[in-house]
């Protein structure tokens, strides 16, 4: 191989590329990702053919040509305008690694330039910096940056992937703010901070810190981010009645004891109202080293709702209550209501039928009894006279005419009941 001569080589991997004047190129790849390598010739060359080879460069190491421009992992492009050719290797595994041959072919000996690749596992890092937080607050995740780097772009990502975190940046140096995400590049300190607001629990996960270099794969520090749900020293639901007082306790830590007491209403405690300087009817005592109360006098159906009570402005998880109070009308329990004591028209006119059914037919029941007790004693009265009679008959064997009507004074009276029929509607 003949010296190298008027021939820049750009090795470029995941996307960026990165330019040496030496003859040998020391870069590095990712396991599974794809790497670039391009290269520029002078001008006069546009219609030679280009190659990329490997080892020694022999005819069985020729990888890709750009007489065919694509073969298995391998692709090439020339740029004839910019005299730039790119190859492309897809797929990396630990086998790609070794000696490549930038090459340009003429007559003669070829025109050549020599890369090193180092084929490496597309994951970061061995350390890896946990930080809990919780939803609804602010978290900022501090990034190493070394000094000779103090001017390089800066970046954050999610997941665990090195090779492609700069295409799926969330924020970067350049552009200082997006939605939630907010990076500060502090050189002095030798860090940059990525502040992420309103957390919620879907911004748990692995983020990666990077931080780009020239000549060499980019700079990673990991974070582990764990974002849990919102939490208090308990929660407690209270029950109130519309117009009476009440009493909310809160207690706190006592290493707290002298900081400003605070409740607020609201369904999140990031976004609750003040109530102990908005509200006349709030009325906050201390209980004790590690509680004090509030009472509300003469609660009102707008008072319920949720509540949160404390002693420490910074929210620190564990030193607040949170309180659900439900406030309900006042109770009927005891009060005469006129209303019980109204009777339907009609249930009214069917309880005076049913009264005066039971009156007629316990008359009529008596009057019949009386008559059967009245024939019974006449009946008795008849057969007294009668055995009298016979016995007169027997002596005196004479019957008189006048006889016949004394037994008709005791003829036997016949008893005809009558019972008077009532119908449903009566």
Known sequence: MRRL????????????????AVGVIHMTGYVGSAVKVSCSYDEGYESYEKYLCKNDCGSDDVLITTSKSWKMKYMIHDDKKDRI???TISDLHSEDAGKYWCGVT???SDIYTEVKLKVVKDHCCDTVTKILNYQGYSVSISCPSEPQYQNSLKYICRGNRPSTCLQQALITSYNKENGRFRLDDNKMLKKFTVNITSLSQEDSGYYLCGVQRNFDLDVFSAVELKVEEFCCVKSTKIN???GHPLTLQCPYPPQYRDNRKFLCKGDQHNSCTEMLMNQSRFTLQNASSNTFVVIISKLEVADAGTY?????????????????????????LGKKNPALYVIPPVLLLICILVLVYKYRRSRIEEAVLSLRRNASRKKSSKEVICAAQSEIYKNQGVVTSNDQSTSNVYEEVDVEVHYENFTASE
């Open 106 to 108: 003429r007559t003669g």
């Open 308 to 332: 949160w009570c404390g002693s420490d402005s910074q929210w620190r998880v564990g030193n607040y209550t949170k309180i659900q109070l439900s406030v309900f009308p006042q109770s009927t």
């Open 240 to 242: 109130g009645t519309v």
């Open 5 to 20: 001569q008027n021939l820049l080589f750009t090795f470029c991997i995941a996307l960026r590329c990165v330019t040496s």
């Open 85 to 87: 050719f790119t190859t």
